[in-house]
């Protein structure tokens, strides 16, 4: 019931930085659970943040927690992953998420945008 279309990737060197941006339409933004996904060429789906409906409670995996800031706009009806001190295992498409559950897993959303490519060169 929510559409989402993520912008922001690109390319960048290490040590470099990223803001992703989730544009949502539909009127079930603020009711829902944001996440952001990352796939990796090879590598299975993987979780990277989770955030409330009211911004206020997030969640990291331990690869990214410390580099990287979710957070959202209900105003506006966007979420925003924010990349800092980028690193080349950061390199792959990255999806944003909505959904009623709040998880770590694909299965906890039921909305997913079309992905935005991030490359991090050496």
């Known amino acids: 019931q929510v559409q989402l279309v993520e912008s922001g990737g690109g390319l960048v060197q290490a040590g470099g930085s990223l803001r992703l941006s989730c544009a949502a339409s539909g009127r079930s933004f603020s009711n829902s659970n944001m996440g952001w996904f990352r796939h990796a060429p090879g590598k299975e789906l993987e979780w990277v943040s989770s955030i409330n409906t009211g911004g206020d409670t997030s969640y990291y995996a331990d690869s990214v927690k410390g580099r990287f800031t979710i957070s959202r706009d209900n105003a506006k009806k966007t979420v925003y992953l924010q990349m800092n001190s980028l690193k080349p295992e950061d390199t792959a498409v990255y999806y944003c998420?909505?959904?009623?559950?709040?998880?770590?897993?694909?299965?906890?959303?039921?909305?997913w945008g079309q992905g935005t490519q991030v490359t991090v060169s050496s």
């Open positions: 998420a909505a959904g009623r559950g709040f998880g770590i897993t694909p299965t906890a959303y039921d909305s």
